[in-house]
């Protein structure tokens, strides 16, 4: 397992954008699926956006879908989520993960960040 990196969290208003970043310094997730979760207190850890190796593939929560944007820079060994339109239920923390499976569930991720908070203000 190898301790990921978030950066970029913060606190914004509703309709505001606002850009993650995630990086494991000194490692490289070749061909792993990259992904970001998030949680608020009293709540379970839900699936934001994932991204394969390639990038070819791309799947997003609906509640994110068409506002949120994940990438990666294999070079650099980071994968980026840009959040637009922010609005106040997107609240939480923010985790960055990476697998080898192109999925949804936090379990199947065995690397993993600390998280940034991310606050919206309506």
């Known amino acids: 397992q190898v301790q990921m990196l978030e950066s970029g969290g913060g606190l914004v208003q509703a309709g505001d954008s606002l850009g993650l970043s995630c990086a494991a310094p000194?490692?490289?997730?070749?061909?792993?699926?990259m992904a970001w979760f998030r949680q608020t207190p009293g709540k379970e850890r839900e699936f934001v956006a994932a991204?394969?190796?390639?990038?070819?593939?791309?799947m997003y929560a609906d509640s994110v879908n068409g506002r949120f944007t994940i990438a990666r820079d294999n070079d650099k060994n980071t994968v980026y989520l840009q959040m637009n339109s922010l609005k106040p239920e997107d609240t939480a923390v923010y985790y960055c993960?990476?697998?080898?499976?192109?999925?949804?569930?936090?379990?199947?991720?065995?690397?993993r960040g600390q998280g940034t908070q991310v606050t919206v203000s309506s």
């Open positions: 991204t394969t190796w390639t990038g070819d593939n791309v």
């Open positions: 993960a990476a697998g080898s499976l192109y999925s949804k569930s936090w379990g199947d991720y065995n690397n």
């Open positions: 000194g490692r490289t997730f070749s061909g792993y699926v």
